[in-house]
Nanobody, 118 residues
Framework: QVQLVESGGGLVQPGGSLRLSCAAS????????MGWYRQAPGKQRELVATITSGGTSQYTDSVKGRFTISRDNAKNTVYLQMNSLGPEDTAIYYCNVKNVFIRSYDYWGQGIQVTVSS
């Protein structure tokens, strides 16, 4: 089992920044992908960014140039630096870890609220 705990969310004004953190504990596969997803009211959950244990990252188009995903393998922690935030970024953000070769290895955090409002 894997437990994921998110932190760093909250309320921020448009144009501001936040950094989300997600710490994983339990049985961690050495080869894995960690990422962030988000779900806004009335919308389906969408991918924000992912990063592999080797450091390869991908982003959805709407956050490219504004968000940066990174990870600390020694701490089993993934981060999401969010800059130039706008109201469209308001959502619950969920941390995820998976093994791309094992379908059943797929875990989610509880989610953390990010609100961008003036």
């Amino acid at each position: 089992q894997v437990q994921l705990v998110e932190s760093g969310g909250g309320l921020v004004q448009p144009g501001g920044s936040l950094r989300l953190s997600c710490a994983a504990s339990g049985t961690i596969s050495r080869i894995n992908s960690m990422g962030w997803y988000r779900q806004a009211p009335g919308k389906q959950r969408e991918l924000v960014a992912t990063i592999t244990s080797g450091g390869t990252s991908q982003y959805t188009d709407s956050v490219k140039g504004r968000f940066t995903i990174s990870r600390d393998n020694a701490k089993n922690t993934v981060y999401l630096q969010m800059n130039s935030l706008g109201p469209e970024d308001t959502a619950i953000y969920y941390c995820n870890v998976k093994n791309v070769f094992i379908r059943s290895y797929d875990y989610w955090g509880q989610g953390i609220q990010v609100t961008v409002s003036s």
